[in-house]
């Protein structure tokens, strides 16, 4: 009695490989005009790719241009899709990968509200000066401290004040720029 054979393999029967899912910095430049940013945002919703985090803000008042600063995250394939996506929107001047450049500054400014009296306040505040955050509000019963750097450094200093009594954060999203005398 024969064995049964299987059948040679085809790309159709071949289980899918995982690819990995990776985060990118993008910096776009932009004409600051209404609907510019409902685009942008519009083009990553309409292809079902997510935004982790998102700052614009006005760069050249005289040439009326804003800089878009966007995380996201998705395979190679896909973050190369959304450049080539974002580089033919018409108001788009200027799209830069900044994580493939791999020659760029990223930092992050956060607001974090805590209230706790006694020990846990001491504790917060020996954290806040590790951290190098500020104390921009104080009352007896609760702090707002200021930090500024890399998401990671703010996610850790908001999981710390977890326990001491964290009661809100407030983040402005990444800003990002390249290294070096040249523009994007």
Known sequence: MNAPTTPPL?????????????????????????????????????????????????????????????????????????????????????????????????RELAMIKVAGRGEARQEALQLADAFRARVIDASTASFVFEITGAASKIDHFVDLMRPLGLVEVSRTGVAAITRGPDKM
């Open 10 to 106: 085809s790309p159709y029967t071949t289980p899918p490989q995982q690819k990995k899912i990776v985060s990118h910095t993008l910096s776009v430049l932009v004409d600051n005009e209404p609907g510019v940013l409902a685009r942008v945002v519009g083009m990553f919703s309409g292809r079902g790719y997510n935004i982790d985090s998102l700052t614009v803000a006005e760069v050249a008042h005289a040439e009326h241009l804003s800089r878009i600063t966007i995380v996201t995250s998705g395979t190679l394939d896909a973050i190369e899709q959304v450049v080539l996506q974002l580089d033919r929107l018409v108001p788009v001047h200027n799209v830069t990968d900044l994580t493939l450049q791999g020659k760029s500054v990223e």
